[in-house]
C-alpha cells in the first residue's frame, strides 16, 4: 500500500457519474451545470444528493431551496455536458449557446438524457467549499434509447461504459 492525493484516488477510481444540475433561472430559463459528483441516499424516501462549489451560478441559484433536475446525459450530449463545466451560466444560457434540446418536465432537462431526477431541496449541508444538496426525488424519467456518459481518469474525458461479452 502507498499514500496517495484525493486526485490520484480519483483517478484510479474512474470511471465517475457525470450529471448535469438543471437549475431554473428567473424568467423561465434553466442553468445546466455540469456536476462530477452525485449520489443516491435513500430509497423510500427517494432521495439523491450532490455536490456544487459555493461561488458557482448553481449554488446561487438553489441555496434558497425549491426545485431542480439532476439528469444523467447520454452519449450524444457529452461534448456540451464538458462545455456546460467550463462556463458559468451567469454569462451564457448553456442550453441556447450549446444547441442542448430540452425536455418540457416541471424543471427542463436535456432530451439527450438517460435518467433525468425531479428533485425538491430538503436541505444544504456546507462541506468545505462546497454545498451538498439533499434532495428529495419527486419524479424519474427513463430513456434507454440513450448511453450513460462517464469521466474517464479526469473530469476531461467523458466517454460510455461498454462491456464486451464476448472477453475471455
Not at 35 to 57: C, N, R
Not at 107 to 133: A, L, N
Amino acid at each position: 500500500m502507498q499514500k496517495i492525493t484525493m486526485s490520484e484516488a480519483l483517478q484510479c477510481t474512474s470511471p465517475q457519474p457525470v450529471s448535469i444540475v438543471c437549475s431554473p433561472m428567473p424568467g423561465g430559463m434553466v442553468n445546466l451545470a455540469t456536476v462530477a459528483w452525485w449520489t443516491y441516499l435513500e430509497s423510500d424516501p427517494a432521495m439523491i444528493g450532490f455536490s456544487m462549489w459555493k461561488e458557482s451560478f448553481t449554488y446561487a441559484l438553489l441555496q434558497g431551496g425549491g426545485s431542480l433536475a439532476l439528469c444523467i446525459p447520454g452519449e450524444v450530449i457529452a461534448d456540451e455536458t464538458l462545455k456546460c463545466g467550463t462556463v458559468s451560466g451567469r454569462d451564457v444560457s448553456k442550453a441556447i449557446e450549446y444547441n442542448i434540446e430540452l425536455y418540457p418536465a416541471k424543471v427542463p432537462f436535456p432530451v439527450h438524457s438517460r435518467v433525468s431526477f425531479i428533485c425538491t431541496i430538503e436541505k444544504m449541508v456546507e462541506v468545505g467549499d462546497c454545498g451538498f444538496f439533499i434532495c428529495n426525488i419527486e419524479e424519474i424519467y427513463f430513456n434507454e434509447e440513450e448511453r450513460q456518459i462517464f469521466a474517464w481518469g479526469s473530469s476531461q474525458n467523458l466517454a460510455p461504459l461498454t462491456c464486451n461479452m464476448n472477453q475471455e
